[in-house]
């Protein structure tokens, strides 16, 4: 299993070590990209777009929150919007990016208050969400 996010990615040196590792690694490695992307960290916001895009095709699952999907499902921000997108808004996305990237198995997608969605190619299902109490430390 491989797992990473975008944060590696926006220096230049931790990105050259995941490029590294992506042409490196073996066919049978199940990669999970989470991308959780913090623009700030980056030089700008088009390079984190266009790096993050382009490491879709090494991903098997993506792991993506609402904003992200709306970005790279059909090029807008959920933050954006008054109102964050259905599940039903979001599973479409889910499916026209997994159409663009045809190695995808999976397609993950948080979706704050109201839980989380997972899309394959043979449909969906939806975790709700729970309540935890929150503790200081």
């Known amino acids: 299993l491989l797992y990473f996010g975008s944060v590696m990615q926006a220096d230049p040196a931790s990105r050259a070590f ?3 590792l992506l042409a490196e690694k073996r066919p049978e490695t199940l990669t999970v990209y989470d991308p959780n992307l913090r623009f700030p960290l980056w030089a700008s916001k088009a390079e984190a777009i266009a790096e993050v895009g382009a490491t879709f095709a090494h991903a098997d699952v993506l792991k993506l929150s609402d904003d992200e999907i709306g970005l790279f499902g059909d090029g807008s921000l ?3 919007s008054a109102t964050p997108p259905s599940a039903d808004a979001v599973a479409g996305m889910a499916r026209r ?3 663009r990237q045809p190695q995808l198995s999976m397609i993950v997608v948080t ?3 109201d839980g989380s969605l ?3 190619r043979a449909g969906r299902a939806q975790g ?3 309540r935890v109490p929150a503790v200081e430390m």
């Open 128 to 130: 709700l969400p729970f």
């Open 97 to 99: 990016l997994m159409e």
């Open 111 to 113: 979706l704050g208050a």
């Open 18 to 20: 995941v490029s590294a």
């Open 78 to 80: 959920a933050s954006e």
């Open 118 to 120: 997972a899309v394959n």
